[in-house]
């Protein structure tokens, strides 16, 4: 089915020059956005604590004289709006059109990464539905903060519509980014940090995509569009090999489905590098349940509403291989989505089933919307035994217990392996999606055990653990992470870079990691 054409993120320009083009007495675009820093240490004692007008702003300043604004004006409308410099806060220079239609007032708090994404977002967000907006924060901004930049830029400008009359609201046409230091050194790291944020914009829209579209077939067709662009191996299973090969979870979970199951494999070798090299090999597995009813053990309704984003960890698989190449991805990296769709009908999985799973290992199906666990592992399973991994990453919004324990603003994170974990942990810091840790706890371990097969598939207990601890066996002892993203895969309410609604959480954090890591 067609959907209706997307906005696209905004085009994103460099200038090592100011605002204002001195010779033309012109500013760069109608709308400028400069930083105001909080006040200086020393003035925290002033119990106004005036906010700083940071750099870029003197030559705005200067062109704002032909409009009668004096800096003493522009501190009155900073105090008047309790501007304070905080991350993201945005105060509007009112003017009357002439040389600059609007300036704004943009608070860069501490000027760490996740300060200057909060501003980016907000500036995106205040510029949405304008022809071009030019900004001076890259003066204050370290490599690092610049990519962050640039990350809330783009994610803030997000939207996704399936409106008649077009979308309700156009990212900003233009985004100018002025006062950059380096400009040679800087289109490297934007190049960077469009293909990573790119990636996060790419799996937000496949997780909000209705499941009236995205079956597992539709997402096969999206993995062929992207292996065909950037020049990934791609193979696929349908229903008929998966049974005849023996995923048991995958073919189990999606039978009673109109829409039949696939497992989709995407490869991706460094340039010069042959499919058979030495280098690591990373094998990246995606939860991607196309809609999650809970089968047979059928979901309220209120439970089920959101479940077209239970795909979400095979959205972010596809949008982190489709930007490997962009990035210039050193090592090898392999990307299996686990697609079904969790149905009901005559032939659905019935509690008390019993199914065997790549490789033999059986489960009891005690509750049947505990699916993902049962895809996941077939595809685990498969990734040990064939493709000879050196790491293996799963992704997964797999139980709703996530919510309880970290909420909608982090991500649960499971590993057998410390260094991994630490570097997973580290990437998501700088790219801005947050994991925590949480234990692989062996106590909890007999909870698994079914009086008929290896192991029963919703044992209670704590939830997000003993999941973890049904999928341990089938990555076969090598250097594992599991990522829960059930709660952080969804965002309650816009908030800088996140949109309400499907967050396609992950693929910046695993890019930000596959590009740069001592892997193996
Ligand atoms: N897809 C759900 C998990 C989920 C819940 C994701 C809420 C996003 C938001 C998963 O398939 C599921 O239903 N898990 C059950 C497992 C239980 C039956 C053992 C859960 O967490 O309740
Ligand atoms: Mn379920
Ligand atoms: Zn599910």
């Given at each position: 089915?067609?959907?209706?054409?997307?906005?696209?993120?905004?085009?994103?320009?460099?200038?090592?020059?100011?605002?204002?083009?001195?010779?033309?007495?012109?500013?760069?675009?109608?709308?400028?956005?400069?930083?105001?820093?909080?006040?200086?240490?020393?003035?925290?004692?002033?119990?106004?604590?005036?906010?700083?007008?940071?750099?870029?702003?003197?030559?705005?300043?200067?062109?704002?004289?032909?409009?009668?604004?004096?800096?003493?004006?522009?501190?009155?409308?900073?105090?008047?709006?309790?501007?304070?410099?905080?991350?993201?806060?945005?105060?509007?220079?009112?003017?009357?059109?002439g040389v600059v239609e609007e300036v704004l007032l943009v608070g860069v708090g501490a000027l760490a990464p996740a300060d200057l994404r909060k501003a980016g977002a907000a500036i995106a967000r205040r510029t949405r539905d304008r022809e071009a907006v030019a900004t001076s924060l890259p003066a204050l901004a370290d490599p690092e903060g610049f990519r962050a930049l640039v990350d809330g830029l783009i994610l803030g400008s997000f939207g996704f519509h399936w409106r008649s009359e077009g979308p309700e609201h156009r990212p900003v046409g233009r985004v100018v980014l002025?006062?950059?230091?380096?400009?040679?050194?800087?289109?490297?790291?934007l190049g960077r940090a469009t293909a990573v944020s790119g990636a996060g914009w790419y799996s937000r829209m496949l997780a909000l995509m209705p499941s009236n579209v995205k079956n597992p077939q539709w997402l096969a067709d999206q993995a062929a569009e992207v292996a065909a662009r950037t020049g990934l191996d791609l193979e696929v299973w349908d229903e008929t090999r998966l049974r005849a090969e023996g995923f048991g979870g995958i073919a189990g979970v999606g039978q009673a489905s109109d829409s039949p199951p696939r497992l989709i494999r995407l490869g991706y070798t460094p340039a010069g590098a042959g499919a058979t090299s030495d280098l690591p090999h990373v094998v990246l597995v995606g939860k991607g349940i196309t809609f999650d009813t809970g089968g047979l053990s059928i979901k309220p309704a209120e439970a089920m509403a959101t479940m077209k984003r239970d795909m979400t960890g095979g959205g972010v698989v596809l949008a982190v291989l489709s930007a490997l190449a962009d990035l210039g991805c050193p090592v090898?990296?392999?990307?299996?989505?686990?697609?079904?769709?969790?149905?009901?009908?005559?032939?659905?999985?019935?509690?008390?089933?019993?199914?065997?799973?790549?490789?033999?290992?059986?489960?009891?199906?005690?509750?049947?919307?505990?699916?993902?666990?049962?895809?996941?592992?077939?595809?685990?399973?498969?990734?040990?035994?064939?493709?000879?991994?050196?790491?293996l990453v799963d992704v997964a919004t797999l139980t709703g217990a996530m919510k309880v324990a970290l909420g909608q603003r982090t991500g649960g994170m499971f590993a057998n392996d410390d260094a991994l974990a630490d570097q997973l942990r580290a990437a998501g810091e700088v790219a801005g999606e947050v994991l925590w840790r949480l234990p692989l706890a062996q106590e909890y371990a007999e909870l698994l055990d079914s009086p008929t097969a290896d192991a029963d598939n919703a044992p209670g207990g704590p939830g997000a653990i003993t999941a973890a601890l049904f999928l341990e066996p089938f990555a076969a002892g090598l250097p594992w992470a599991h990522l829960d993203i059930a709660s952080v895969g969804d965002s309650p309410v816009d908030a800088f870079e996140w949109t309400s609604g499907a967050t396609g959480f992950g693929a910046r954090l695993l890019l930000r990691w596959l590009e740069d890591a001592e892997i193996g």
């Open positions: 089915m067609a959907f209706p054409s997307q906005v696209n993120p905004p085009q994103i320009g460099l200038r090592e020059a100011s605002l204002v083009d001195p010779d033309a007495r012109r500013a760069v675009a109608g709308t400028l956005a400069v930083p105001v820093l909080p006040a200086e240490p020393a003035d925290a004692g002033d119990e106004s604590g005036t906010p700083v007008l940071g750099p870029g702003t003197a030559v705005v300043l200067d062109l704002l004289t032909e409009h009668g604004i004096t800096g003493d004006d522009v501190f009155a409308v900073l105090e008047s709006a309790g501007a304070r410099g905080a991350a993201g806060e945005v105060t509007v220079l009112p003017l009357h059109r002025t006062d950059v230091p380096d400009e040679a050194a800087y289109v490297d790291l090898r990296v392999t990307g299996l989505i686990a697609a079904a769709e969790n149905s009901i009908s005559g032939s659905a999985l019935r509690p008390g089933d019993v199914i065997t799973h790549y490789g033999g290992r059986t489960s009891e199906v005690t509750n049947t919307d505990a699916e993902g666990r049962l895809v996941m592992a077939d595809a685990l399973a498969y990734a040990a035994a064939e493709l000879a991994p050196t790491v």
